[in-house]
């Protein structure tokens, strides 16, 4: 396997764990709509990145397989994680734990990005301008993905950290 194809390794391994994360802080915060309904449509947006990923790797000696969810145990997982997030609803500490999780989901959106970033630079060496014209706009919805938690950090945290003392 070439060493692009390691990094495409790497970036399809990011975007699965990016869009398992945002299904995870969805579920977690389903009672928070500014959350539950962003996170679902970003997962989406990942789990066409990492198919996209999987069409490249081939070229790039990386066999890249899609990732294996039993539907059962997703959907029971699902629906306790929605149930408790009803049950805690607006409590202080789920406030808390929301602030946790957007941590998290920028750290991951951050390394999926910068695998981005990598890839295009490798795209630019190889003289791949297909590879580069394709990557390019996935690359801006990550980035966009970052913005978009930092966005929402922004406007929770006051409100959790502040307005309850």
Do not use: F
């Not at 190889?126 to 706009?137: C, E, G």
């Not at 978009?148 to 959790?160: S, V």
């Amino acid at each position: 396997m070439s060493k692009t194809g390691l990094l495409l390794k790497e970036l399809h391994a990011s975007e699965t764990e990016l869009a398992a994360a945002y299904h995870a802080v969805a579920e977690r915060h389903a009672a928070d709509h500014g959350t539950y309904y962003p996170c679902h449509t970003l997962a989406a947006q990942c789990d066409e990145h990492a198919e996209q990923i999987r069409g490249w790797g081939a070229r790039h000696g990386a066999t890249l397989h899609p990732p294996v969810h039993s539907d059962l145990l997703t959907a029971a997982r699902d629906a306790l994680r929605h149930e408790a997030a009803e049950l805690l609803g607006r409590r202080p500490e789920s406030g808390l734990l929301l602030l946790r999780d957007l941590r998290r989901l920028y750290v991951k959106a951050e390394t999926t990005h910068i695998n981005w970033i990598m890839l295009g630079q490798a795209a630019r060496a190889l003289r791949d301008r297909s590879l580069l014209t394709a990557l390019t706009p996935l690359q801006q919805q990550t980035r966009t993905q970052s913005a978009w938690i930092t966005t929402r950090i922004k406007e929770a945290a006051p409100q959790i950290l502040v307005a309850g003392d």
